[in-house]
């Protein structure tokens, strides 16, 4: 059975209230984990979903894109050869500038595109005035280009602290990091990234790609890992789609 956990801001806090106040009556300590941003809003910062706690075999695929020119394209062409029309694309807004094409082509394939930010850097290094200027310029580009504000958003290099995850919130984002990392960034070979996906893949789970041109064996394992996930029952969805009416996991930032 599906838990179901996103509430409104007033009302899940008059129902931290009840629940406080009976807690104390009660002399019950009380700790939540492990719960999805929603529920950030009163007494616990946001984190990042890295997974959804499901048995529904449910997968996203997500692809980072940040620079290049030759390697989106074989990528977005086996995902319509497979019939997969529902994956997640984190767009850069300077590579989307420069490749409105692309962007036209994403959108026009039905993906969902999230942000991943501006320049490409470790945001944790920066002020807090710089990380709302990095996602803020991100946000107004993406927007324009394909009339949707993205509500999404992975971190440069997956780099966050603190400080990132509650701007990104108050800028209205939730940050995506993933489960199972493809590591098609290392160019380890077409076998070992389909290996490193199908040997961690699982329900709920959020897979990390590239579609970067310094992955150059993406859109050769990708046709393997389809088939393959397919042939174990699973269903391509989103992002959203996943961790939308879900217990969705995260990680603690120290």
Same mark, same amino acid.
Request: charged content about 25%.
């Given at each position: 059975?599906? +838990?179901?956990?996103?509430?409104?801001?007033? +009302?899940?806090?008059?129902? /931290?209230?009840?629940?406080?106040?009976? /807690?104390?009556?009660?002399?019950?300590?009380?700790?939540?984990?492990?719960?999805?941003?929603?529920?950030? %809003?009163?007494?616990?910062?946001?984190?990042?979903?890295?997974?959804?706690?499901? *048995?529904?075999?449910? !997968?996203?695929?997500?692809?980072?894109?940040?620079?290049?020119?030759?390697?989106?394209?074989?990528?977005?062409?086996?995902? @319509?050869? *497979?019939?997969?029309?529902?994956?997640?694309?984190?767009?850069?807004?300077?590579?989307?500038?420069?490749?409105?094409?692309?962007?036209?082509?994403?959108?026009?394939?039905?993906? &969902?595109?999230?942000?991943?930010?501006?320049?490409?850097?470790?945001?944790?290094?920066?002020?807090?005035?710089? !990380?709302?200027?990095?996602?803020?310029?991100?946000? $107004?580009?993406?927007?324009?280009? $394909?009339?949707?504000?993205?509500?999404?958003?992975?971190?440069?290099?997956?780099?966050?602290? @603190? +400080?990132?995850?509650? !701007?990104?919130?108050?800028?209205?984002?939730?940050?995506?990091?993933?489960?199972?990392?493809?590591?098609?960034?290392?160019?380890?070979?077409? &076998?070992?990234?389909?290996?490193?996906?199908?040997?961690?893949?699982?329900?709920?789970?959020?897979?990390?790609?590239?579609?970067?041109?310094?992955?150059?064996?993406?859109?050769?394992?990708?046709?393997?890992?389809?088939?393959?996930?397919?042939?174990? %029952?699973?269903?391509?969805?989103?992002?959203? &789609?996943?961790? $939308?009416?879900?217990?969705?996991?995260?990680? &603690?930032?120290?």
């Amino acid at each position: 059975m599906r +838990r179901i956990y996103v509430v409104s801001a007033q +009302r899940l806090k008059q129902i /931290l209230i009840i629940v406080t106040a009976i /807690l104390l009556t009660a002399g019950i300590g009380y700790a939540e984990r492990d719960t999805i941003t929603a529920f950030s %809003g009163a007494n616990q910062a946001p984190q990042a979903i890295y997974k959804v706690d499901t *048995k529904e075999k449910k !997968i996203a695929l997500t692809f980072d894109i940040s620079w290049g020119e030759t390697r989106t394209l074989p990528i977005l062409d086996v995902l @319509k050869q *497979k019939n997969v029309n529902k994956a997640t694309m984190f767009l850069s807004s300077p590579w989307s500038q420069r490749h409105p094409e692309i962007v036209k082509r994403i959108k026009d394939d039905g993906f &969902e595109i999230g942000s991943h930010g501006h320049k490409h850097d470790n945001y944790s290094k920066y002020s807090d005035e710089e !990380i709302r200027s990095q996602i803020g310029k991100a946000d $107004t580009v993406l927007t324009e280009m $394909t009339g949707k504000k993205p509500n999404l958003i992975r971190m440069p290099n997956g780099d966050f602290d @603190k +400080r990132v995850l509650q !701007i990104a919130s108050e800028m209205g984002y939730s940050v995506i990091q993933w489960d199972t990392d493809s590591k098609d960034w290392m160019n380890p070979g077409t &076998e070992t990234i389909i290996n490193n996906v199908l040997s961690k893949a699982h329900p709920g789970d959020i897979i990390l790609m590239h579609a970067s041109d310094s992955c150059k064996e993406t859109h050769l394992a990708l046709p393997v890992i389809i088939d393959k996930l397919r042939q174990q %029952g699973y269903e391509f969805v989103t992002v959203s &789609e996943l961790i $939308t009416g879900t217990d969705v996991k995260s990680k &603690e930032v120290h």
